[in-house]
Each structure stands twice: as C-alpha cells, then as structure tokens.
C-alpha cells in the first residue's frame, strides 16, 4: 500500500483537505485481489476501507516522505476494491 487518503475537512474554495498516511498492516492481512476472483489486474488498485489502529505522531513517512503519519493498523474492518476513490482523492 502506497498511502491512506483521509479528508480531514474543508479547505480552500470547499476543496476537501486530505492528509496522506503511511499504513503498516498486520503480517495474517490478505488483500482482496490475493483471491482468484479479483476484477482488475495489474497495479494501481483503490480501496475502500475501515480499519482500526493507533496513529503515530506527526512526520515524513513512506516515499520521498509524502504521507504526515503512520497509521498502525491492528484490525480490517472493511475491505472492497472500487473504482472509485471518492472525494478525498
């Protein structure tokens, strides 16, 4: 996973503000499209999720240090592939 996109708010002229952050899964997670039935292949993949775990403080994690924090995650609540990554994006 490269990144969370989370809308944190409202920002400049209603654009939503976001905030990109690192997350770090539990070693049992399985993604959606480890399965044999997975829609699309190839990279690129967009997910909508719900996930429990313990943000970390603020920073420059991930690639080149674009994502603010790490998001430490101990529980998938939800998780489904989509199209469409919603207005955070």
Known sequence: VARFV???GKGFLGRPR???WKALFP?????????????RDG??????MRVRGRLGPQGHFG???ICS???HVSE???CEETDSPGPAW
Do not use: C, M
């Not at 990279?43 to 909508?48: D, E, H, N, S, V």
């Open 43 to 48: 990279p690129g993949r967009t997910y909508k």
């Open 76 to 78: 998938v609540l939800e």
């Open 18 to 20: 976001i905030e990109k």
């Open 6 to 8: 989370i809308q944190t």
């Open 27 to 39: 070693e049992n997670f399985h993604w959606p499209h480890e399965d044999a039935h997975s829609r």
């Open 63 to 65: 690639h080149k240090g």
């Open 69 to 71: 924090r790490e998001l």
